[in-house]
C-alpha cells in the first residue's frame, strides 16, 4: 500500500519553500515531499537536516552529489 502525497496547492505556508527548492532542482515537487507533508514538523527536520549536511564544507559538493546519486541508483529511486 502506497501513502498519497498531499495536494502542493493545499500546502501550509511553512512547507512552501521546501516544495519551491524540489521544483526548482528537480523540476517538480517530488513524492517523498508530497508523502512527508502529512507531517510538517517531520518534513522540516529533515529538511533543516539536508541544508546542514549540504552547509558542511569537509566533503566537496561535487563528491556529495555523486554520492547521493549512487546511493539512489542502488536503491532503485526513480528521481
Request: proline share 8%; charged share 20%.
Amino acid at each position: 500500500m502506497r501513502i498519497k502525497g498531499i495536494d502542493p496547492e493545499t500546502a501550509p505556508d511553512n512547507l512552501k519553500p521546501i516544495f519551491e527548492r524540489s521544483i526548482k532542482r528537480f523540476g517538480r515537487v517530488i513524492t517523498p515531499n508530497l508523502v512527508m507533508a502529512h507531517r510538517p514538523e517531520i518534513m522540516l527536520a529533515a529538511a533543516n537536516l539536508g541544508v546542514a549536511i549540504g552547509a558542511t564544507g569537509t566533503i566537496e559538493g561535487r563528491l556529495k552529489s555523486m554520492a547521493s546519486l549512487r546511493a539512489a541508483q542502488m536503491i532503485g529511486c526513480p528521481f
